[in-house]
């Protein structure tokens, strides 16, 4: 009998009747492993009894609502991550610099800029038009654009010149500033007593074609016709279904690149990975990298076994597979569950529900509804008459509208939430992923978010980091010299494919950026002029054909102005739909922009005899050929003692009076060389094909 089936039997939860098998000491790996008949009757009578107290009891699973009391030391959601927390210091008022002081009329005009020092923000300071500064920096050898960054001193010099003394706020956020201190305002860590058990958060990993999206739509379709809820379901990164009564929330971009650009930037939101293994193909090099990808971020793994509907379905051979990559499966005796599936038919997705919802319970995922939201964006993208919106997933507190939001380096008040029914909600629980309107911009994929209660604080904060994002962006421009600009040169010898990429979502963004990045080449590099959400316009059409970029467009179509502009500037759009196909067209064409190699073949040499002036067409070498051929096509070399004279194609190749197409070793010929006749004899001509070769990457 399964673990599983003895705690539904006897009303207890899982990891209680775990905890009291380990109790009685019989060992246990997982939660669905078969007990025997001796340690089912022993838990029977010792259950059956009126329950001793215990330090670990907790609710039976079919009231999953009901919080938990929190006897075992509970951990918060995303607990994985969670730094030590901090009660933050009383905030002062925070205090804003002045961006520029009038001072009294003798003494000289002071601005004050702070972050980086930009062409156009120093040009509006200094009183001037931003191409009066480009002018003037040109003059002093520096080539700046307007949107670049401009040394500290080369600034100060320049309203110098203008009568105005310019300082910098070095360090305006330094460890006592109050944006600072609202950087780390961390809440306090949640009281065991308020936190609450919230769905599992699940993504889909595996090989490509083993049925990842088909088994996400056939979870997703199959409960929203259970569901009564009205709307019309909303692709919003996420879904949460449930199932006996209990949530489970699917992150809806299968695959690893996806998870793992989430992961770079810190949001660990799986806390369980489904490996997707097709049954009639086994293991593949993508499953075995995607099963790497989860084990680095230490999320639980179930594997489902699909396609179980085809005659050649081998679950055996997929568990083997398994067992031989460290990942024994839990029926035999190891840890993992597997779950053989068809997205197809259906069968086996209850059960694997089920496993999901056991793994959870066993993880214990808690998080507090109370205080302020905080979480991480799954996507986020430009839509029309909504402007920017996030997919947001709270991991801590409570989202309400009218919220204000601090993502990355944008701000704003929760105009509305939307959940995945496309229905308008009020508030935001713990694992529940939701549209949220009123950002001030489109924030990147895996970026945290957090509410503020002080708008200004939230205001300021993003302003900083606005200006750090620009810092990191821009290159400071240099002086350029002729020696620079050699050195460039010399250094270029390597090859560069530049791109412009425009996507549906900041998620497909990275995920294709960071394929790209994974071909490797010494030879040619890729570089990307502009990366973007949204459609194709008119204005990355000019920057292509002023960049010689090609555009690359994922999920997104051309705008009418960019179709006319493309004809004219004859730039190369190319628009898919598969990750993988970008990666294997963009792959061949940089193997397509290698010139061919080309290899010299010997092929035979001869030695001039005697030399046949011809009347003003130079001369004529008699030879015998004393090793291989020659081909009249063939290039020839002319060798006087050891040292080459001439390298060039023959003019004639003639046997007698009569030119032939090839002459053999030991047969005589004459020749004519192309520009060459001062022959001696004694000369060796050598002669050679050139071959050529395509070069790898
Ligand atoms: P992904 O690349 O992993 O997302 O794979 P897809 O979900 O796109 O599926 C790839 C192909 O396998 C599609 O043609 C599906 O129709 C097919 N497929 C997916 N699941 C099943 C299944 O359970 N049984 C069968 N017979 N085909 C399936």
Redesign the pocket.
Same mark, same amino acid.
């Given at each position: 009998m399964r673990l599983y089936d003895l705690a539904k039997e006897l009303g207890v939860s899982n990891k209680d009747l775990m905890n009291r098998l380990q109790a009685a000491g019989i060992a246990i790996k997982s939660v669905s492993n078969s007990l025997d008949e001796q340690a089912v009757l022993r838990m029977r009578n010792e259950i059956g009894k009126p329950a001793a107290p215990t330090t670990t009891a907790t609710p039976p699973v079919s009231t999953p609502s009901e919080p938990t009391p929190p006897a075992t030391p509970a951990k918060e959601s995303q607990s994985k991550s969670a730094k030590p927390e901090v009660k933050p210091p009383e905030l002062p008022a925070p205090e804003k610099a002045p961006v520029s002081a009038s001072p009294p009329e003798d003494k000289p005009k002071v601005i004050i800029m702070r972050g980086a020092i930009i062409v156009r923000e120093l040009a509006e300071q200094l009183g001037l038009k931003p191409n009066q500064l480009i002018t003037e920096l040109m003059m002093m050898n520096i080539f700046a654009s307007i949107n670049e960054r401009v040394d500290l001193k080369v600034a100060q010099q320049l309203a110098e010149k203008h009568g105005i003394l310019l300082e910098h706020e070095k360090k305006l956020i330094d460890q006592k500033s109050p944006i600072k201190k609202a950087e780390d305002d961390e809440e306090e860590p949640a009281c065991p007593e308020d936190l609450e058990i919230r769905p599992p958060v699940v993504t889909f990993l595996?090989h490509?074609?083993?049925? !990842?999206? %088909? /088994?996400l739509d056939r979870i997703r379709n199959t409960s929203v016709a259970k569901s009564e809820a009205g709307g019309i379901t909303q692709h919003i990164g996420a879904y949460t279904i449930e199932h006996h009564g209990r949530k489970i929330t699917f992150l809806d971009t299968?695959g690893h690149a996806a998870f793992t650009a989430m992961r770079a930037r810190g949001a660990n939101l799986t806390d369980i990975a489904i490996i997707?293994i097709a049954a009639d193909d086994g293991i593949m090099p993508q499953t075995e990298e995607a099963i790497k990808h989860a084990q680095a971020a230490q999320t639980t793994i179930i594997a489902a076994i699909? !396609?179980?509907? /085809?005659p050649a379905a081998n679950p055996d051979r997929v568990k083997k597979q398994l067992q031989a990559i460290g990942l024994p499966p839990e029926d035999w005796g190891g840890t993992v569950i597997c779950c053989p599936v %068809?997205?197809?038919t259906g069968k086996g997705i209850d059960h694997l529900l089920e496993m999901i919802l056991l793994q959870s319970e066993m993880l214990e995922l808690k998080a507090t509804h109370k205080g302020r939201a905080e979480g991480y964006t799954i996507e986020a993208q430009m839509e029309p008459g909504m402007g920017p919106t996030a997919h947001l997933m709270v991991t801590r507190g409570t989202l309400h509208v009218g919220d204000v939001l601090v993502c990355g380096p944008f701000c704003g008040r929760v105009k509305a939430l939307i959940n995945d029914h496309g229905i308008k909600i009020r508030t935001a629980l713990p694992s529940t992923p939701v549209k949220c309107l009123g950002l001030s911009g489109v924030p990147q994929a895996g970026e945290k978010f957090k509410v503020y209660v002080n708008e200004k604080t939230a205001r300021e904060l993003v302003e900083n980091r606005g200006t750090e994002l620009r810092v990191q962006q821009l290159a400071i421009p240099k002086k350029a010299s002729l020696q620079d600009l050699f050195a460039e040169m010399s250094k270029s010898q390597q090859l560069e494919l530049r791109l412009i990429l425009k996507c549906d979502t900041q998620g497909s963004l990275e995920a294709i950026q960071k394929a790209l990045g994974e071909i490797k080449s010494d030879k040619v590099a890729i570089s990307f002029v502009l990366t973007g959400v949204g459609n194709i316009n008119e204005n990355d059409v000019l920057l292509a054909s002023a960049s010689a970029a090609i555009i690359i467009g994922f999920n997104i179509s051309k705008e009418n102005g960019a179709v006319q502009f493309e004809k004219r500037e004859g730039v190369e759009i190319r628009l898919y739909s598969i990750i993988y196909d970008i990666v294997d067209q963009i792959r061949e064409a940089m193997t397509g922009m290698l010139a061919p190699e080309l290899r010299e073949k010997f092929v035979g040499k001869a030695e001039v005899r005697q030399i046949f002036p011809i009347s003003k067409k130079g001369a004529v070498a008699g030879c015998l050929m004393i090793n291989g051929r020659v081909g009249s096509r063939c290039k020839a070399r002319v060798v006087r003692k050891g040292d080459t004279l001439y390298e060039g194609s023959l003019l004639s190749l003639r046997r007698f009076q009569d030119d032939v197409s090839e002459v053999r070793e030991g047969q005589e010929c004459g020749i004519r060389l192309d520009n060459y006749s001062a022959f001696e004899a004694g000369d060796s001509i050598e002669f050679f094909e050139v071959e050529k070769f395509a070069q790898k990457l």
């Open positions: 595996g490509i074609d083993h049925g !990842k999206t %088909s /088994l299968p997707v699909n !396609k179980m509907d /085809l %068809s997205a197809q």
